[in-house]
Every structure is written in structure tokens, then in C-alpha cells.
């Protein structure tokens, strides 16, 4: 099994690494990072260093592969240093919401446009994008946090999207958003007070979740927008 994570430095990127080292032990695992060197080191793991917001570094990352079975995005940004999500559109910035759809939103398009071929070339390959149901337009109940949820529904469009053009192009191909709950990560630090401690996830049983959910689908899944529970939420 190969697989590529990206964003593997990341709260559930790195567990996402680890559970499969765990649950795959031949796997061969490519994982990248961005900012932070990454520590965890493993001689099934092989690290490279990713602007994901930039095309060409990935499309240069796709040519050092001729299949995968599973390609994982893990990464997206909540907060910056200087800007905290908007509790109002007074609070709207453009500069923040260019940053939130450059993020969250652009790179899984172009990771799909870059390793569809490598995702064609497997017997059996997921797709899979961390998203958040805080994206989803039909659960929107609280509004808040604009830039990051208009971010992310755009995401699950471009998933959706992807999905129809992939079902008769990629037919054994899985593409799915994946919502994984509140887990404590650098990028929902600033949150954790507001959330009770059970349904405080760890990174590790968030990608437990994430990977048993995997076990269980078929391409006939392609195109769901999945909890990390199973159930199905509503775009
Ligand atoms: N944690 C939650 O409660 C929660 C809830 C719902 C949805 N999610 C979603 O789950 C995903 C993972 O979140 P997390 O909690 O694991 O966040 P995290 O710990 O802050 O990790 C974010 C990851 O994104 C990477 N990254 C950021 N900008 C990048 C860029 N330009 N190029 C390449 N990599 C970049 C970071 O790499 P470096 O550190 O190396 O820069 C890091 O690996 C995100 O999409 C998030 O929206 C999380």
C-alpha cells in the first residue's frame, strides 16, 4: 500500500501517519511539511517539503510517483497570527479570506488535477480531503467564522465535483470529505474551552476513526461528505 499524506505535521495529519504505520506495517507512507521540520521519523516514512498553495510544487511532488493508493489532505488554517476567525462580517478582512480559500480550498483541486493519474493506476484508491461541518451550508445554524466556512464549502463543492468527473474516468476510485470533530490540534487551540471534554477528540482516535471509516468504503461511497461517526452530513 502506498500512501501520501499531506499536511503530516499537522495534529491529524501526523496520527493519520502514525495508525497507518500501525495498521499497514509494509505500507510506504509520503507525507509532506510545510513550516514545521517534521520530528517523527520512521524507515517506512519518506518526508517532503510542500508549499501546498503553490502548483508547481505539486505538480514536481506528482512526478515522483507512478501509482498511489490513497492520497490524504490534512492541511487547513482556522486562525493566523494576526486574525482570529470572524465572530461578525464587520470583522471580515480580504486579505484573511484569501488566505482561507488559498488554504483550505485550492489545494485539493489542484492535487486532484495533479495525481489522477496515480490514483487511476491503483487496483483500489481513496481521495480524501479533511474538511469541516462547519462547511456544510444546510447545517449552518450559528453562522460566525465566514472566511473559514465559506472556505470549506467551496472545498466540498470542489469534492463533489470531482467526484461525478472521476466516476466513470477513475471508477475505482473513492473520493470523499471527511469531517473529523473537534480534535485538539494546534488548529482548534483556541477553542478547546468552549468544547466539553468528551467530544474533545484526540489526533489518534480522530484517525482511528478516519481509517476504519476507509476500510468500509467502495467507490460506490465517492462523492459523500462523511462523519467520524459514518454518518452521511448534508452539503
Ligand atoms: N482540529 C479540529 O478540531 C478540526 C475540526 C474540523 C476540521 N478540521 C480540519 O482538519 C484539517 C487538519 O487540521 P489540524 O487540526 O490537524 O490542524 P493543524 O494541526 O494546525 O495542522 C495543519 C497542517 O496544515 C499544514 N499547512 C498549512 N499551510 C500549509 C501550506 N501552505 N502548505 C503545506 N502545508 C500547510 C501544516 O504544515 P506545517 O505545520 O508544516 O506548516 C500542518 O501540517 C484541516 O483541514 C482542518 O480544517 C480540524
Given at each position: 500500500m502506498k500512501a501520501l499524506i499531506i499536511g503530516g505535521t499537522g495534529g491529524i495529519g501526523l496520527a493519520i501517519i502514525k495508525q497507518l504505520l500501525l495498521l499497514k506495517p509494509n505500507a510506504q507512507i509520503h507525507a509532506t511539511f510545510f513550516r514545521h521540520?517534521?520530528?517523527?521519523?520512521?524507515?517506512?516514512?519518506?518526508?517532503?517539503?510542500?508549499?501546498?498553495?503553490?502548483?508547481?510544487?505539486?505538480s514536481t511532488l506528482a512526478t515522483?510517483?507512478?501509482q498511489l493508493d490513497l492520497v490524504i489532505n490534512a492541511v487547513g488554517i482556522l486562525h493566523t497570527a494576526t486574525h482570529s476567525p470572524e465572530k461578525s462580517i464587520q470583522h471580515f478582512e480580504a486579505d484573511f479570506f484569501y488566505t482561507n480559500i488559498k488554504t483550505n480550498t485550492l489545494p485539493t483541486l489542484l492535487l486532484a488535477k495533479h495525481f489522477m493519474v496515480q490514483l487511476k493506476a491503483?487496483?483500489?484508491?481513496?481521495?480524501?480531503?479533511?474538511?469541516?461541518?462547519?462547511?456544510?451550508?444546510?447545517?449552518?445554524?450559528?453562522?460566525?467564522?465566514i472566511s473559514y466556512r465559506t472556505s470549506k464549502a467551496a472545498l466540498n463543492m470542489a469534492i463533489k465535483t470531482i467526484s461525478i468527473e472521476w466516476r466513470p474516468k477513475l471508477p475505482r476510485c473513492c473520493v470523499i470529505a471527511f469531517h473529523p470533530g473537534t480534535t485538539a490540534s494546534a488548529l482548534s487551540e483556541p477553542f478547546q474551552h468552549n468544547?466539553?471534554?468528551?467530544?474533545?477528540?484526540?489526533?489518534?482516535?480522530?484517525?482511528?476513526?478516519?481509517?476504519?471509516?476507509?476500510?468500509?468504503?467502495?467507490?460506490?461511497?465517492?462523492?459523500q461528505f462523511l462523519s467520524y461517526n459514518g454518518d452521511i452530513i448534508a452539503w
Open positions: 521540520q517534521p520530528r517523527y521519523q520512521h524507515p517506512q516514512l519518506h518526508w517532503h517539503h510542500v508549499d501546498i498553495t503553490i502548483e508547481t510544487e505539486i515522483q510517483f507512478i491503483s487496483r483500489r484508491s481513496y481521495f480524501v480531503t479533511i474538511s469541516a461541518k462547519v462547511g456544510s451550508i444546510e447545517d449552518n445554524r450559528l453562522g460566525g467564522w468544547v466539553s471534554p468528551h467530544k474533545l477528540f484526540t489526533p489518534k482516535y480522530t484517525a482511528q476513526c478516519l481509517l476504519e471509516l476507509l476500510s468500509r468504503l467502495t467507490p460506490h461511497n465517492s462523492g
